[in-house]
Every structure is written in C-alpha cells, then in structure tokens.
C-alpha cells in the first residue's frame, strides 16, 4: 500500500501530522513514529525496486524511474516533519534540540576507543568485526536461522503463533530482513499471497535445493522469470501473419500489402504444493533439526515436481503443459531394432534441421535421459574406438562422435553437433508401444518462459490443536508457456532406438 502513495497523498499526511503536532505538542513522539513507519515502508519500496532492477541485471525502465524518484521524493517530504517531531519529543523530555547529534558524536567516539583498543590488542579481532586505520565496520553477522544456531525456523514460528513469545517473533522479523537485504532472495517473488507466510531460512535453500531428488534440469534451461501479482495467467500477444515486402514492378504501380494477423499465448498460473502433519513435541522436543528434514524434503518434492511437469504436463488438472506432451513439436522418428551412435547422430541432424527451417534460429541445447548418454559413451567405432571423448588436457581423438565433459546433472557433459548436452533424470524412460523408450529433446530452450513466484511457507496449528499436531505447508505459483510460444523451436525424437541401454 504504501509504495503506492502519491506525491499529493504524502504531503496531504505531512500537512495532517503537522497539525496535529501544532495542536498536540506533547504527541510528538507518537507523531515522529508515525511519520519514521512510513519513511520505513517507502525504502523497503525503494530497494525493491532497486533490487529488482539490480536481479535482472538491467537498468531501471522509464516508468520504474519515475516511481524511484517519486518515491525518493515521498522520503524526503516526510523527513522534514520527522525531523521536526524529533526535535519536539526531545524538548518534551528536557533534552536539547540537537540529541541525536549528540549520540551519533558519542558512537564516532566509541568508535575510535575500541579501534585503538583493538589496535593496542596482540589478541585476534572480536567475531563478526574487522578494524582497519579508518573505521570499524560489520564484517559478517551469522545468520539467524543456520544448521549451527540453536533456534529452529518452525519452533519459533510455533512459539510465536502459540504463546505469543516475544524473542521468537524477534528472531523472525530479524530472518525477514536478512532475507530482505540478501540479494540471493530479494527476486520479487514475495509479491503474491499474504497471512502469516514466511521465506525459508536461506541456509535451508543454499543447502539442499540444488542437491537434492532428481534436479529440475529442463526447467532451469527456460527463460525464467519473477510472476507478476494479481494474476491468474500470463497472456502474451503472437504474430501469427506477418506483413509483406516486395519489390513494386513499376512507377505509381500498387506496392505489397499485407495485414497483421494476431493471437495470443496463454499460460494458466498454477499452483504448486505439498503439507505435512507431524506432532508439536517433534518441534519443542526433538534434539535434532526437525524443521530441517521437513522443509528441505518439501523444497527437494516441489522442484523434482516442476521439473517433471515442464517435460511431462498434461496441461489439465491444474498441471503445466510439458515439452512432451505439445503436439505441434516436430517429431523426428529414430526407429532401429539395433540402434548405432551413428543412427541417433544423424536423428540429431535432423532435429536440429526442423528447429533451424522452422524458426529461422538455431537450437540452443540437447536433453536426454541419462541412459542415453551414458549409452552413447559406451559406442565404439570398428577399432574399438569410444566416439565419444573425453576433452581432459584438450586433446580429442579425430574420430570422436561428440567431445564430453564431467558427467553432471544440471551442467553440460558434452557436446553434440556442436550444441551442449544436458542429461535431465526426468526425462521418461517408459514410453513408446514397447513402454522401455526414452526421448531426446533438440530446441531453442530459451524460448519457453517460466514464470515463478517464490516458495512460500506456513505453519498451522489450529486444526489439530486438540492433538497437538501441526501441519507445514509449502506452495508456490507457476506459470509456464513450454513449446506454446515457438512450438517448431524444438524437436522430439523418438522410436524404438531409444529403447537400446548398457
């Protein structure tokens, strides 16, 4: 709410507490708190803005700018009245006019004391702190919520929504604009949904998002983007008939005319998400992190959940619709009783030829299963040759089919036909008449948009409040365009010679 204040709205609040400090000296400190909450809200506002900015590693658009300065301008409109309440309440409390100078040259002085103390010191510099010539300054301050801290992120949510416990609501607020302030976090993404959610302790998310069941390699090739608010689909306008240039076959001759024919692409925001019931002693009493294994077992479910959709999605029943299951791909048919690394090279050709005739672009990476890959290691030419080399020390044998790299999941592990490979363990393998194929993917990834709003956490305890238990709950909103933009943008193979393993 506050973001949005206008310039009129913020001076008409300015000239509403100047009144009312004229009229009511004594409530200057109240009115000083009003103003500073307001002042508060408008930065948080400010660094959003900045951040987001900052995330997309771009520079502020026309429109953000304009919002930047008015926002900027709000600030400094009610830091004046600000200033003046201050200045009041210390009056009111017998205290001179310049008070906060007074304590801001008493920390500088505090300051200099212990930077000559710790000058003075053979001892080792205080946790948290460095002290050079000029300053002292925070160095690193330990994050609240850690594997190594004592408090745990759902205990102290339990503890505040229970018995109102004012040290765990502290802790929680601290988590909140640690969050805030990391710009690992700050990716907009907090914009959707409000009461009571929190985002997870960053040190769950660093830890176990990236490592844990089977990654969301495929999504993570997509264009990914922060979900707007508000909305319940993602609608991008599609040329479908483009205008027309020729040449004109004479002077005053009638030139080439053709209109636009538009549509629209449509990408439903669905919802994502997963609970769990567990008793309120397994918090308070458990000596181990319970929160722990809880969130980062719903974290690991919800990626390994996307990830599948955006291969495998129906695109009905509240699902995204994957790669897969689009029907305006082109299909590139590999059929082989005994398949050869030579026959699977050449369906690739082939991929990537209807990608490049079709959008004029060329593909920008291959995924498949890691079967196959793995199967295509094993290929050797008439001399016992692998075809697929690995690059180490820079040198490649001149037969080598495809040049690999480290085998990974979620980091390219080799090439082919000059385009990376990406092995996705949710690629299926149990497809096709014979229920034992997997699928190769050639496409331009790029063009696919994922559209995310964060993770987003809630802990409840009324529903089982006779039995003590508690329920977590984690969601998040996702919409997803696949191959409805560019559907030609990728290629499937397909046939019995992937059904071929080691």
Known sequence: MTATLSRGTVKALRDQLAKRLADDPDD???????ASEVIRKLHLALEHQLGTAELEDRDLLASEARNFAELR????TLQAIEKRAQTQSFRNRGLPDDFLEIVERNHEKTKRQLRSIAEDSASTDPEGFTV????????SEPQTYRPDR???YFVDMAKRSLFGDSEAAARLQRHSLEV?????MRAGSRTDGSGGEFVPPAWLISSYVPLARPGRVTADLFAKFALPPNTDSINIPKITTGTSVAAQTADNATVASQDIVTASVTAPVQTYAGSVDFALQLLEQSPIAFDQMIYTDLVRAQAQTIGAAVLTGTGANGQLEGLLTNADTSQITFTSASPTASGLYNAVAQAINAVVTNLYAMPDAVVMSPRRWLWLTEQVDTSG??????????????NSLAPAEALSLGEPVGMLQGLPV?????????????????????????????????????VFFEPGAKNLTVTARLYSYVACTGAKRYPKAFSIIKGTGLAATL
């Open 132 to 139: 050079t010539s000029s300053s002292l300054e925070v160095r």
């Open 28 to 34: 200057a400190e109240v009115i000083a708190s009003e």
């Open 385 to 398: 040759r692998p075809l697929v080399v690995p690059t180490a020390g820079g040198s490649q044998s001149v």
């Open 422 to 458: 990406y092995l996705d363990a949710l690629m299926p393998i149990n497809l096709g008449a014979g229920t034992n194929e997997d699928r190769v993917i050639v496409g331009n990834f790029a063009s696919a948009h994922l559209h995310e709003s964060g993770v987003r956490t809630q």
């Open 73 to 76: 301008d709000s600030i400094a």
């Open 150 to 152: 004592p408090h745990s």
């Open 180 to 184: 805030a302030a990391s710009p690992e």
